[in-house]
């Protein structure tokens, strides 16, 4: 099917995809409106070595400076912490701090040293970013609160500071266009499939109808060829020709001798006598005695197939 023939199916069958096409518009439209949109707010923070790793690490008096000790340990614990924070305790927790959004936490991608990003994801922009200030709060607490249940000195904990704010949240398109795209894409394919079946269903009705076509129309139809003429069978016991009756003499023609043999299956011989040469009927008693050799004496004719081959034969005897 060419792109011709697809443009004449798709004129002929408007009334099936231009509603079809119309609903598909309206469901894209109405789901772009009623999806709600998602928003995304981020926030990094850093892990710094406690004051006493601090001073160990940079001698002198008053070189308290942390951000010039991020040593190997620092990312051991950022690691650590993000899995706290996302175990079910923790979560229950925000949920009764008011965080209902979800959120993921991780190693900031491609860092070099302990920063955790927290990123939230929520439909209320306003309540998204209230709760990403919420999440890297708690972490700072829970933080301190692991190190505070394991005996740590406050001169020995890590601590943590914010390296960028919660940002202002953004609009995540991409999963609200994939319903927009599936509506309106589905329906656009069921109508072309719909327009299609219907032209394909229309297409084997007539050709149902076509050999029935003209007689309902009342046109003339082609009459049938006639048989051709079956050749005549002989019959199967063939009429026997009755005998002469005594005295007279048996002539028998051409004719005579095909009716009487039409099929020439047996051989048939004919007697055929002349006038006032044939021989008289003799009395009780006597002796027949054969005429002369002068005379003619009876001729003999065989049938055409079995012994003249077509021919009329007409032998004399001793010929």
Known sequence: MDLGEILSVVRTRWYIILPMMLLAVGLSVGAFVLV??????????????????????TPGDNNEN??????????????????????????????????????????AEGAQGPFLTFTVTGTDPDHLLASTATIARYADEKLAKIQAENGVKSRDMVRMT?????????PQLKDKLKVVIAAGGGTTALAVLLTFVVESLARSRRRRQEPTAPAAGGSASVPARPAPPRPAQPPANPPR????????????????????????????????????????PRPQGTTWKPASPATPSTTYRSSERSHGRGQNVDRLNGS
Request: without cysteine.
């Open 241 to 280: 020709p009755a005998p002469p009756a005594p005295g007279k003499p048996v002539v028998a023609s051409r004719d005579a001798e095909r009716r009487a043999d039409p099929g020439g299956a047996e051989a048939t011989v004919i007697l055929n006598v002349r006038p006032g040469t044939g021989p008289a």
């Open 36 to 57: 709600p949109t998602t928003y995304e707010s981020t926030t990094t923070v850093s892990l710094l070595s406690s004051p006493a790793a601090t001073d160990a690490a």
């Open 162 to 170: 914010e390296i960028i704010p919660p940002q202002k949240p953004e």
């Open 66 to 107: 942390p951000f010039l000790n991020f040593n190997g340990s620092l990312v051991a614990t950022a690691d650590f912490l993000g899995r706290s924070l996302q175990s079910t305790g923790a979560q229950a927790e925000l949920l009764d701090l008011g965080v209902t959004e979800d959120f993921e936490v991780g190693l």
